[in-house]
């Protein structure tokens, strides 16, 4: 049988400025219907323009194909099948075969729903578009049934309600079922778990093998995650630089990967980075500690806006932590992870509990009281690109907050300072006069890590640090934060929702769960031998490699 999707010698090349970029480079590959085809790669490999050329999405003013084809096998609504070149079709035709016979799921779901109509009328718009003769009453009823198949709850009141108020596993299903709802014969999914926790992405993924299985359909799945490779791919293909370097069933990709590119992203998973030894804590004594600690919502409503009831964010979370110590926080979005890192540093104010740092409360300290805690407690966020200032350089981001705990003698000497602390996080110090927007994620992510280490803290929250990079980043990232745990003897709170990642870098682990402490101690026996319902449901929900993968040095 002809394959549903042949791509054969694609080439796109985009035009930036003055510049050619030859963002896919002579690629082959084919999807058959039932058959999940993964793209792999970092990010920058080509693997998302992949898709959209496919689809043909990509701005024509700057796009050109020189040389390849995409046939695609396409089914009229009189189920004859023509085998055409999406290259060589007009708009027409392509309106013909986009949404309905090849349908997209993107990686953010949030951009992709349009805020101002109700979930319902998306749906139906969709439907309608691509069957003019059916009525709103049974487009609306096929939109129904396309929200209960993705087993969202309570779909009928969901078809009235407006994007935002859905959590992102729930807009992931809308843009699931919106996808599905003209039962397309090949789905595109761009990275559509990346920022899901493990038990929502365990039931997308789930979710989207069921559907396969009822309509038959081929899935192009575009990931930078073996453990989703795993859990979803029949065949593989890894991209580097706009080529594929290495295409071949799953099993073969794992156990015998034959490009270097291939054995190195399998090398940089945390399960495969070589492990460092632990320091040897010089002090005993808890370096900060969080007793009874409380951080609530108040609900207020009606006219006279009274309080009627709180949202227990953080409620009642004890831990203490020793210099030269990782904790990892560890839990579902919502769980109250971030809202307690925060509280911790005093940029949420508790409404309960205390905070001692070397034994002394910093709760009830006034905003000046509290500044020479604020050089010792620092953050790292999850979003490197929008915790700097695009307008400063990277020398002002990290001399002002210097000269404001009075650290260096003159200007000279701040400079000399971040230049020492860039170099670190092994980066150049002539980056010191290039912005934000001339980095990378990754590059970011240092300079973001270098910020906190100019002011010699003792603590640093570390909020999802790694979330969004590459697995070769992650890992050099990882490995330079366990170097300077041991060299600094820092103490890191490092909140994740990545277990692979808990348990290369932490010493103990605190899973939490509706704001409280569900259960913590020891992390090889918190990850290996979980008391708690819900520890045991987030470690069988984390998509992980077959034994066989494990070791590929």
């Known amino acids: 049988m002809a394959a549903l999707l042949e791509v054969t010698g694609l080439k796109t090349f985009l035009r930036s400025g003055g510049n050619l970029i030859k963002a896919v480079d002579d690629i082959s590959f084919s999807v058959n219907r039932g058959e999940t085809y993964c793209l792999v790669g970092e990010s920058?490999?080509?693997?998302?323009?992949?898709?959209?050329?496919?689809?043909?999405?990509?701005?024509?003013?700057?796009?050109?194909?020189?040389?390849?084809?995409?046939r695609f096998d396409f089914r009229t609504r009189q189920e004859v099948h023509e085998n055409v070149d999406m290259l060589r079709l007009d708009q027409a035709a392509l309106g013909r075969i986009r949404g309905l016979r090849i349908a997209m799921i993107f990686q953010e779901p949030m951009s992709s729903l349009n805020p101002?109509?109700?979930?319902?009328?998306?749906?139906?718009e969709a439907l309608r578009l691509h069957n003019p003769e059916m009525s709103v009453a049974e487009a609306r009823s096929r939109a129904l049934s396309a929200l209960q198949q993705v087993q969202i709850q309570d779909a009928q009141s969901r078809l009235d309600d407006y994007p935002h108020?859905?959590?992102?596993?729930?807009?992931?299903?809308?843009?699931?079922a919106m996808a599905m709802a003209c039962k397309p014969d090949l789905l595109i999914a761009d990275e559509p778990t990346t920022a899901l926790d493990v038990t929502v992405q365990a039931e997308i993924l789930r979710l989207m093998k069921s559907l396969q299985q009822d309509e038959g359909m081929g899935i192009l799945f575009i990931t930078h995650d073996f453990g989703v490779v795993a859990r979803m791919a029949d065949r593989v293909g890894v991209m580097r630089r706009g080529k594929i370097v290495e295409s071949d069933a799953l099993e073969s990709i794992l156990r015998r990967p034959q490009h270097d590119y291939t054995r190195a992203l399998l090398n940089a998973l945390p399960d495969n980075l070589p492990r460092v030894a632990k320091p040897t804590l010089r002090d005993s004594s808890a370096y900060l500690e969080v007793r009874d600690l409380k951080v609530w919502f108040p609900v207020r409503q009606g006219v006279f806006r009274r309080h009627v009831a709180d949202i227990k964010a953080v409620d009642g979370v004890d831990l203490s932590i020793r210099r030269g110590e990782i904790i990892a926080l560890v839990g579902e979005s919502g769980c109250?992870?971030?809202?307690?890192?925060?509280?911790?540093?005093?940029?949420?104010?508790?409404?309960?509990?205390?905070?001692?740092?070397?034994?002394?409360?910093?709760?009830?300290l006034s905003n000046r009281e509290l500044r020479p805690y604020r050089r010792t407690l620092q953050i790292i966020f999850q979003d490197p690109l929008s915790s700097l200032n695009p307008r400063l350089t990277i020398e002002t981001t990290l001399t002002e907050p210097m000269a404001v705990h009075g650290i260096g003698a003159s200007r000279e000497e701040r400079i000399e300072i971040a230049a020492q602390a860039l170099q670190t996080v092994q980066l150049d110090a002539d980056y010191l006069w290039r912005y934000p927007h001339e980095f990378s994620g990754g590059q970011r992510q240092r300079i973001g890590i270098a910020r906190?280490?100019?002011?010699?803290?003792g603590f640093i929250v570390c909020d999802e640090v790694t979330s969004a990079l590459d697995?070769?980043?992650?890992?050099?990232?990882?490995?330079?934060?366990?170097?300077?745990?041991?060299?600094?003897?820092?103490?890191?709170?490092?909140?994740?929702?990545?277990?692979?990642?808990?348990?290369?870098?932490?010493?103990?682990?605190?899973?939490?769960?509706?704001?409280?402490?569900?259960?913590?101690?020891p992390t090889a026996q918190v990850c290996r031998s979980p008391q708690n319902d819900y520890t045991r449901k987030l470690l069988s929900a984390v998509p992980r490699l077959p034994e066989f993968a494990v070791q590929t040095r």
Do not use: C, W
Request: no cysteine; charged share 20%.
């Open 336 to 364: 109250g992870k971030t809202t307690l890192g925060r509280a911790i540093l005093r940029l949420i104010q508790p409404t309960g509990g205390d905070i001692l740092v070397e034994g002394r409360s910093i709760l009830g």
């Open 44 to 70: 920058g490999s080509g693997k998302s323009v992949t898709a959209l050329s496919v689809i043909r999405l990509l701005p024509a003013r700057i796009t050109s194909h020189p040389a390849g084809a995409i």
């Open 165 to 176: 108020r859905l959590s992102g596993g729930q807009r992931q299903r809308v843009m699931i």
């Open 116 to 124: 101002v109509f109700t979930i319902g009328e998306q749906i139906v």
């Open 471 to 521: 697995v070769s980043v992650q890992a050099e990232i990882l490995q330079m934060l366990l170097e300077l745990r041991r060299e600094r003897q820092l103490a890191l709170l490092f909140i994740t929702h990545d277990i692979g990642v808990v348990e290369y870098v932490s010493d103990r682990t605190l899973v939490m769960q509706a704001g409280r402490v569900v259960e913590q101690g």
């Open 452 to 457: 906190a280490l100019v002011l010699n803290p």
